[in-house]
């Protein structure tokens, strides 16, 4: 047999139907190159002492003793599993098996170990502020991906995430001050996000406008009036347009004394709470109700909805608003979700890492989440190497998300295909 990095296999016997197989190479190459990272960490850039992961704080009701490990110690056995794992995967490929998703993740984890306490050598690792950081930081990505995801399995690209997260940043910041409750500022944030999708819509559903171009006409446009806005009126005017309150936070009565997982998911503002009921929401809705199947199937086969009686623009349309509706929502974290005043631009391209959280999570609710806070974690894991003095140089950290956006965009962690109408206007016939 001839095998390639991605080749399929058709073998047959006689009287037999034929079975093909696809012989993909993307993981075993993917765990090879981590595990030579690790390895080259190992060998050439050793680092002395221990490193002590904090798992509690002293304001805990319950303390979780710290773990201490000896950072070379660890980092070889870490190259060492990771070697097994990336032996283990290219047998399966030889024998024509996939990969499976637990061995990803335990490589993942496992590589993580190793370079955290290869990196935190002779320091403390706070982690449960790594963590609760790591989870601040993923929410407007997860409303983002949220919104990519509604949009693309009805089969809308919705390259407007950025705008629609800016556009409510801003409202809910101007509504926000001027009513001194965040949570008119909420509500307008919604709205603005609505109306950003409701464009979006409108132009690629019912004109026909190539929709990548129209989401990145509109995110030029939001990024356009609200820095001119804030030059021109929020500027001069802070003290009353530009002074946002913020949701307080809201500790949930045991829950958020439970020993690590309490800090981290249960001692957050009132946006994050109505951000795990979204993914639930969503989650349910799509593969569990009927409006979740009309959705896919104008998504994957428009024509064949059409022929059963469902309205494909109609329903394409309304739900593209829904996603600019949650993307607007998740504007309220740069602003009243964290006590920041409005400034230009300040989502910083959080909607294409949501975009790109949205493919890596293979159109899935739950797993562009967890792809979100992949994301949220590399963010906030520079930071906490900084405060901690790691030699790991903050711009590689910076780009990690990136890189691994690279990886699974390509295949490395998984197929992605896309709903098969995804980005197709449909024009009845």
């Known amino acids: 047999m001839t095998t390639n990095t ?24 993917a765990f090879g190159i981590f595990t030579v990272i690790a390895l080259a960490l190992a060998v050439f850039a050793p680092r002395s002492g221990d490193t002590i992961y904090r ?26 599993l990771l070697a097994v794992a990336t032996l283990y995967s290219v047998l399966l490929v030889r024998s024509e098996r996939r990969v499976p998703l637990w061995l990803t993740i335990l490589f993942a984890i496992a590589f993580m170990f190793g370079f955290l306490s290869w990196a935190g050598a002779g320091a403390d690792l706070p982690m449960v502020g790594l963590l609760y950081g790591s989870l601040s930081l993923a929410v407007p990505l ?46 307008a944030a919604m709205v603005a996000g609505l109306l950003v999708g409701m464009v979006l819509a409108m132009f690629s559903i019912k004109y026909y406008v190539d929709q990548v171009i129209v989401g990145v ?9 609200t820095s001119f806005f804030y030059s021109q009126v929020l500027a001069p005017n802070a003290a009353t ?16 004394d ?6 981290v998911l249960f001692r957050h503002t009132v946006v994050v709470y109505i951000m795990y009921i ?21 998504g994957e086969h428009p024509q064949a909805a059409d022929t059963v009686g469902i309205n494909v623009n109609r329903t394409r ?75 790991v140089p903050s711009e590689f950290m910076l780009m990690l998300p990136y890189v691994v956006t690279i990886f699974a965009v390509a295949g490395f962690v998984g197929n992605s295909r896309p709903p098969a109408a995804d980005g197709k206007p449909y024009i009845k016939s």
């Open 55 to 80: 798992w509690s704080r002293e304001t805990d009701a319950i303390q979780v003793p710290d773990l201490v490990v000896p950072a070379m110690a660890a980092l070889w056995a870490v190259v060492a």
């Open 142 to 187: 997860i409303y983002g991906s949220l919104a990519g995801v509604i949009g693309e399995r009805a089969g809308v690209v919705n390259i407007a995430i950025e705008g629609q997260l800016l556009a409510g940043a801003f409202t809910a910041a101007v509504v926000a001050s001027i009513t001194g409750n965040p949570w008119p500022g909420l509500v």
């Open 241 to 256: 347009l530009n002074t946002p309150p913020r949701f307080e936070r809201l500790p949930i009565p045991i829950l958020g």
């Open 217 to 225: 006409v509109l995110n030029v446009l939001v990024i356009g009036l």
């Open 258 to 263: 439970i020993p690590i997982i309490g800090p």
């Open 278 to 298: 979204a993914v639930a929401l969503v989650y349910v809705g799509l593969f569990h109700t009927r409006w979740g199947l009309r959705v896919r199937a104008v």
């Open 317 to 391: 349309f309304w739900n593209v608003t829904l996603a600019g509706a949650i993307a607007g929502l998740g504007g309220t974290f740069f602003t009243i979700g964290s006590g920041i005043a409005f400034n230009r631009e300040m989502t910083a391209g959080a909607g294409f890492i949501a975009l790109a959280a949205v493919i890596f999570g293979q159109w899935d609710p739950i797993k562009a989440t967890l792809a979100a806070l992949l994301f949220g974690f590399a963010s906030n894991l520079q930071n906490t190497l900084s405060v901690i003095g790691s030699p």
């Open 6 to 29: 991605d080749l399929p296999h058709v073998a047959s016997q006689p009287g037999a139907l034929s079975t093909t197989f696809v012989t993909s190479w993307k993981a075993p190459i």
